[in-house]
């Protein structure tokens, strides 16, 4: 079964502190995604990598960036956190066009 | 850009009915259609899509329609059971990038008794 796992399932960050979340597959897909769900916004795509070393902007890709050392390794990073930031962080792997495959998300909190 | 509309925020439908979600999009171009569903408190898992070179295709109880014309496709359930009650999202990606898919804001399904 497709894996993606997550790691800290739950932070809680000052502001302007530096946030860094964790995302590994098991998939052996070339693209993964990092994305936030707020309530009554839905899923928002933050930054996604089509493969080792590639990173692209999402549709709200101010105030993070991401890194993709490896086929397997995604991480999604804040330098600098604010309380806006405040989310659930889902990763996901696929290879377009067809289904994702979500990790089990991340809850920041930024006080 | 890109915009997936899901116009019920809420649906209840009685355990054993048939629920109808509805999104449209906006991008002509757009070729592929995922739905995912999330139950409460967990992550979001892929259910079924749907691919602009059909405009039907079903899946046990679920059932994807396509209408490209009207830039508008549903999500099926029939006999709905207790453990269908979810958010459910569907989602776009564009022919010029099939990386970027778009979601909708999702349809809280509830089964009710």
């Known amino acids: 079964e497709a894996a993606v796992t997550q790691s800290p399932r739950n932070k809680v960050a000052v502001t302007g502190g530096k946030v860094t979340l964790s995302c590994n597959q098991t998939?052996?897909?070339?693209?993964m995604y990092w994305y936030r769900q707020d309530t009554g916004h839905g899923l928002r795509l933050i930054h996604y990598?089509?493969?080792?070393?590639?990173?692209e902007k999402g549709d709200i890709p101010d105030g993070y960036k991401a890194s993709r050392p490896s086929q397997e390794n995604f991480s999604l990073i804040l330098e600098l956190a604010t309380p806006s930031q405040t989310s659930v962080y889902f990763c996901?792997?696929?290879?377009?066009?067809?289904?994702?495959?979500f990790g089990p998300g991340t809850r920041l909190t930024v006080l | 850009g890109e915009k997936v509309e899901q116009h019920q925020s809420t649906l209840s439908v009685r355990e054993g009915d048939s629920a109808v979600i509805n999104c449209t999009y906006t991008?002509?171009?757009?070729?592929?259609f995922p739905w995912y569903k999330q139950e409460a408190g967990k992550s979001l898992h892929f259910v079924i899509d749907i691919r602009s070179n059909v405009d039907r295709k079903q899946s046990q109880r679920l059932t994807v329609l396509l209408d490209k014309k009207a830039k508008r496709f549903s999500l099926h359930i029939t006999a709905t059971q207790p453990e269908d009650s979810a958010i459910y999202f569907c989602a776009a990606s564009m022919e010029t990038n099939a990386y970027k898919v778009i979601f909708g804001k999702g349809t809280h399904l509830h089964v009710l008794p």
């Open positions: 996901a792997s696929g290879d377009a066009p067809s289904g994702q495959y």
């Open positions: 998939n052996n897909h070339n693209n």
């Open positions: 991008d002509t171009a757009s070729s592929y």
């Open positions: 990598s089509y493969g080792a070393g590639s990173t």
